[in-house]
């Protein structure tokens, strides 16, 4: 549930509601918004147990039930759309926000070159993974920590921020001491701990929508993350699992204005992992756009044919430039631009 401070209520108000509602056993999560105080009360039942016990307070104007199963990241809760910095640039706002970067990073030499190359045709954050999570326990499983190295070198080189996965709870602190972002992958987006773990890190996140996973699931997936009071979290849709098999996964459009009503939160799509093939790749970004998501995250690769990991969907510089290009001009039409970064080109 959540208590509605009075717009002229002290700090001193909200400071004796926040007493309460932890004598009572609660949860209070504070949003302090530009007209007033909102505190979020979670925990088992809370507004049968306590409504009558505080609508009464000094300072309170109402207490009212939210009523998703899903509290913090709901709209109910927290009307505008809740932007953060990434490190030179804000996501959730009005500009488009691009992460690229190959699947897995693979080699020093060659994660700083894309980065460089994604930065120059107008990426804003550089994605690849280092822990790799595999169908196969064959395949490359990514480079682990010497890759979180090289990532930052690439940071160092460009400005720009990293994002990266971290496949379990133990590989937090690792990933946070090199990356801006933490990944959360779409086989871990029920990982509990793992979303425990992130959210108590304090780091912004990127919460990617398991495979077989509902719209409210991810939601509530997110919600372990909140419960932490980190909201620095990013959704994003990378297709689902249907019968249709001609591509990899299936793009769920409608989740993107659908999670745009429900959440506060940043919304992005993947349309990679969501076509599994390059020559989609563009045409499912720019839908992703004119739906209403605040960005993308794109596979981009120098030598797709080489790549140790998911080359099929992963698009060259040059074409990546011109989905850049492409996606500007859906943005300007639904009256968004591309993010500024304050990042100049080195
Ligand atoms: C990835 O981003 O490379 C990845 C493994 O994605 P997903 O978790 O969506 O499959
Ligand atoms: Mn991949």
């Not at 002229?8 to 509601?17: C, F, G, L, R, T």
């Not at 505190?39 to 207490?63: C, E, K, S, W, Y």
């Not at 030179?88 to 980065?115: H, K, N, S, T, Y």
Request: net charge negative; proline share 5%.
């Amino acid at each position: 549930m959540m208590i509605i401070m009075n717009t002229d209520a002290s700090q001193k108000q909200v400071d004796q509601v926040i007493v309460k509602v932890k004598a009572l056993g609660f949860d209070p999560h504070i949003v302090y918004g530009e007209e007033r105080t909102v505190i979020g009360v979670v925990g088992n039942n809370p507004f049968i147990a306590t409504q009558g016990q505080l609508f009464r307070m000094p300072g309170v104007d109402r207490v009212m039930p939210i009523s998703r199963p899903y509290k913090l990241t709901s709209r109910e809760f927290i009307r505008e759309d809740s932007v953060f910095p990434l490190d030179g640039v804000d996501i959730g706002g009005r500009g488009i926000v691009i992460i690229a970067g190959p699947c897995a990073v693979e080699d020093r030499g060659l994660i700083i070159e894309i980065a460089h190359a994604v930065k120059e045709a107008g990426a804003h954050a550089l994605r690849g993974g280092s822990f790799k999570p595999r169908t196969s326990p064959y395949a490359f499983q990514g480079h682990g920590e010497k890759a979180l190295k090289w990532m930052a070198e690439a940071r160092q080189a460009t400005g720009l921020p990293v994002v990266t996965e971290a496949m379990s709870e133990e590989q937090i602190e690792l990933v946070t001491h090199y990356a801006d972002v933490i990944q959360i992958g779409a086989r871990n987006m029920q990982n509990y701990s793992l979303l425990h773990a992130a959210g108590a890190s304090q780091h912004p996140v990127l919460l990617k929508r398991g495979m077989s996973s509902t719209v409210e699931e991810l939601l509530m997936a997110a919600e372990y993350i909140l419960s932490h009071d980190n909201r620095r979290v990013i959704l994003c849709e990378r297709g689902i699992r249907t019968f249709e098999n001609s591509t990899r996964n299936t793009t769920d459009i409608n989740a993107i204005p659908v999670l745009k009503e429900k959440t506060h939160l940043p919304v992005v799509l993947d349309p990679s992992h969501a076509t599994g093939n390059w020559n989609y790749v563009t045409a499912v970004a720019r839908a992703g756009i004119a739906a209403g998501a605040d960005g993308l995250i794109v596979e981009v690769h120098q030598e797709p044919e080489n790549a140790l990991s998911d080359g099929f969907q992963s698009l060259k510089p040059e074409r990546f430039a011109e989905m850049v290009t492409q996606i500007r001009n859906i943005a300007q039409a639904i009256d968004r631009d591309i993010a500024v970064s304050s990042h100049v080109s080195l």
